[in-house]
Structure formats: structure tokens, C-alpha cells
């Protein structure tokens, strides 16, 4: 298993520009999340999925767009970007480890928007 | 809303100190969470806390969890380098589905480990 993969790793965009952050998880997991790291600061959920075909709001979902397609992907997308989203992009899916569901994280995607 | 607090937020210490971390919240939970981050790396699971008086320990660190006072604390024992990192708690309140995991992290913990 390759577990969660996110693509790109870095990225720097121009206000206005519109760019979708891909993740991809191989475990079959149906929860997965999104969120963003801002420098010095603890992870704030953007948006979240519990299966293919449904998605919901986290805690800072503004600017931000969301689809489940399929189980194993749930790209991000950023429609307008402005400087106040540069910060570092984390999915994670949820799995279930000697009985307690924890969330496994992907690498992470740096972005700056100049 | 629910509020994590940590502190300290930065701690620097010497090898083979004992330290603590404290991580307050604000709403009723009896799951807790705690990770490390390596400087630009991404997040990794260090321990679950599931229930009132909850001790998990690995290696130098222990983790444990008080519901009533909404407090968890994670102990470092006789520190070494590689400890150094960034450890966050993060909580999920009671009324959440239980596999919802809907996390709220603190602001997390920069230690650093000096030789």
C-alpha cells in the first residue's frame, strides 16, 4: 500500500489562479479529510468525506471546493487564490487500528500565493 | 467551539531533563490524540486516549488523559536529541459520531533537545 499520496508537493501561485490539490489513498478507507497547516500553528479541517458521493464543511471551508468521486480520491480545489491560503495542505483518510479509528496522514502540499 | 490550548508553546531542554506538556480543552471528550511533526514532514500518531485515567507510554514519552479536568498531559523522561520535534494534541468533542473523528488540534509544543 502506498497509503495517502498528494501531488504536488509544492506549488506557488498567482493571485486569482485556480489550482486542485490531489490526494489518493489505496486502503479502501471511506472517511477522509482535508486540512491546512498555517506556519507555527496546529491543522484546521477545510472539509471532510465519509464516502464517495458525500462531502461536508469543516472548520474553515471558504474559498475551498471538494468532490468524492470515488472512494480512492479527493482532490481540493482552490478556485481563486488569494495570499491568505498559502500554508501547508494535508488529506488524511481515518482507519481503524486495534479497534480505535485513528487518521492517517499524506505527505503534505506547500502552497504560496504571491 | 471547542479550544485547545497548549503550553508551553516552545520548549528548549537538556538531555536527560524530564519535561511536560500540558493540553487543555475546552468541551467535553473522551477521545485524545497526540502527534509528532518533524520539521517539514508530515504528521505521525503517537498515542490514543480513549477514556478517563487513560496512561499510554512508549519509550521516554507518556501520554494520559484526565476527562474531568479536561487536561492531558504528555511526559518526556530523561530527553534525547531525536525527541526533538513538535507534538500536537488534538481532540474530538463527545457529541461527535464516533467515527466522525472531526479533530481539533492544539497549537502545538516546538521541544527542542540540546546535547
Known amino acids: 500500500n502506498a497509503g495517502v499520496t498528494q501531488t504536488p508537493k509544492f506549488r506557488i501561485l498567482k493571485i486569482g489562479q485556480s489550482m486542485t490539490l490531489q490526494c489518493t489513498q489505496d486502503m479502501n478507507h471511506n472517511y477522509m479529510y482535508w486540512y491546512r497547516q498555517d506556519p507555527g500553528m496546529g491543522l484546521k479541517l477545510i472539509y471532510y468525506?465519509?464516502?464517495?458521493?458525500?462531502?461536508d464543511k469543516g472548520e474553515v471551508p471558504n474559498g475551498y471546493n471538494v468532490s468524492r468521486s470515488t472512494t480512492e480520491d479527493f482532490p481540493l480545489r482552490l478556485e481563486l487564490a488569494a495570499p491568505s491560503q498559502t500554508s501547508v495542505y494535508f488529506c488524511?483518510?481515518?482507519?481503524?487500528?486495534?479497534?480505535?479509528?485513528?487518521?492517517?496522514f499524506g505527505p503534505g502540499t506547500r502552497l504560496t500565493v504571491t | 467551539e471547542l479550544k485547545v490550548e497548549q503550553n508551553p508553546l516552545f520548549l528548549s531542554m537538556q538531555e536527560g531533563k524530564n519535561y511536560t506538556i500540558y493540553c487543555n480543552y475546552s468541551t467535553t471528550s473522551d477521545r485524545l490524540y497526540w502527534y509528532r511533526q518533524d520539521p517539514g514532514k508530515s504528521l505521525e500518531s503517537l498515542f490514543v486516549?480513549?477514556?478517563?485515567?487513560a496512561v499510554k507510554q512508549e519509550g521516554r514519552l507518556m501520554a494520559s488523559l484526565d476527562t474531568k479536568a479536561r487536561l492531558s498531559t504528555l511526559h518526556i523522561t530523561a530527553a534525547v536529541h531525536d525527541l526533538s520535534a513538535t507534538y500536537f494534541c488534538a481532540v474530538v468533542p463527545r457529541q461527535s459520531n464516533f467515527g466522525n473523528e472531526k479533530l481539533t488540534f492544539g497549537t502545538g509544543t516546538r521541544l527542542t533537545i540540546i546535547p
Open positions: 468525506s465519509v464516502g464517495a458521493g458525500i462531502t
Open positions: 486516549l480513549l477514556s478517563n485515567g
Open positions: 488524511a483518510s481515518r482507519l481503524k487500528l486495534a479497534g480505535v479509528y485513528e487518521q492517517y
